[in-house]
Each structure stands twice: as C-alpha cells, then as structure tokens.
C-alpha cells in the first residue's frame, strides 16, 4: 500500500512557484522519495527523488525534513504545460512501487 | 535517457479475445518490471511484479489466471489479459528500472476497450 498522502488537488498562478506537499510518517531509512506527474492518458513521468538531503535538477527541487517525514516538491515557475497529476511514492529496495493518490495540480494562466 | 516501450497503444476488441500487451526496455537490462491498471480518474494500481526468469509476483485481489505474465529476457515482459470482458477495459501501464535504487521509467500505456 502507498505510504504517503498528499492533497487532492492544488491551484497555481502561471509564473509562480507550485510547493505540492507529501507526508510520508511511516518511511524507513532505505527508502527514498520519488516524485513524478502524469498527464491526462499518458505513462507517468519521472520528476525527482531523494533519499535525506535536498535535490534540485533542471525540471524541480525536493525538499526533504530533516526527519524525513514529509517532503515539498517545488516547480520554480509554473507553466500550463506543469497541470497535472503529481505522484509522490516512497520506495525502497525490496518493496512494490505504490501510487497514491496524488495532487491534481491546475497551472491557471 | 532510460526509456520503456509499450505496446500497443490502443485495442479494441470482442468480449472474449485473448490481449497480449508488450513491455520493452530500450536501453537498460530490468530484471523486475511492474504492471499496472488505471480506471478513469483513479490512480494508478499496482497488479503484478514481473521477475526475469521466475514466477511473477501477484497483488492481492488480481487473478494470476486471468492477467498471464512472462518475463522470458531481461528486456521484455508481457501482460496476456486472457478472455478479456467488458469490466477489464482500463488503461495498463508497465515500469521498468536498470537498478532497484533508480527510477522506475514508465510505457506511455495501453487502452483496452474490451466490446
């Protein structure tokens, strides 16, 4: 079963930095955190994942607490093109790689 | 980078057919690929683990009969829906990954519409 829960959905001005929160009380040390959206009827894409120190790459930045009990993924600019469904999973060697629910993030122009 | 290759895209078929579904990684070697079933507006469900090599790894609730899974190469797995009905039309999508702590690489998936 996922571990994590996010919110249902989020709105965010185009331009603007999108913050999607993920809580993931129960992860164990093993296990990292990954991020990835999906696009109305398409595979999911990879994002971003981290293990305990923050990440940055050319599409998001991760942000893990340093408890490791929840995490931010933050999309700098926001664009239309970024609506989508984002997937926070946390997943370890020897585990099933589990969706949640995710967050429905609308980009509004 | 990594890529995984489903296919079809799309079927549509008679009540009662047998739909094979491929998964291929294009540019890495996965020992495990997973399977998945998403329905309108839902996320995605996690139905099977595929090993090379060895028996696939079913979730519970999903009938091993009914979704037939071969993982025969290390760069192929492949998802039999055996004598599809009408409620096993859904969107299927498998996963890949070179190494257990990389990221899992996603097929752009398969609508079945079973008629």
């Known amino acids: 079963d996922a571990k994590t829960t996010q919110p249902t959905s989020m709105d965010c001005a185009e331009g603007r930095a999108a913050n999607l929160p993920c809580n993931h009380s129960?992860?164990?040390?093993?296990?990292?955190v990954y991020w990835y959206r999906q696009i109305h009827s398409q595979g999911p894409q990879y994002i971003i994942h981290g293990l305990k120190n923050n990440e940055t790459n050319e599409m998001a930045s991760l942000i893990i607490t340093e408890d490791r009990k929840s995490s931010t993924l933050i999309l700098p600019h926001a664009t239309l093109r970024d609506t989508a469904v984002y997937y926070c999973i946390v997943y370890g060697l020897g585990n099933q790689f589990y969706f949640g629910t995710g967050t429905s993030l609308t980009v509004i122009p | 980078g990594a890529v995984v290759s489903q296919h079809p895209s799309r079927v549509i078929c008679k009540s009662g057919t047998s739909v094979k579904i491929e998964c291929r990684s294009l540019?890495?070697?996965?020992?495990?690929m997973f399977w998945y079933r998403q329905f309108p507006k839902q996320s995605l469900m996690l139905m099977a683990t595929s090993n090379e090599g060895s028996k696939a790894t079913y979730e519970q609730g999903v009938e091993k009969d009914k979704f037939l899974i071969n993982h025969a190469s290390l760069t192929l797995s492949t998802l039999t829906v055996t004598s599809a009905h009408p409620e096993d039309s859904s969107f299927y999508i498998c996963?890949?990954?070179?190494?257990?702590?990389?990221?899992?690489?996603f097929g752009d998936g398969t609508r079945l519409s079973i008629l």
């Open positions: 129960t992860i164990s040390g093993n296990e990292y």
């Open positions: 996963s890949a990954n070179a190494y257990s702590n990389q990221p899992q690489h």
């Open positions: 540019d890495f070697q996965a020992t495990t």
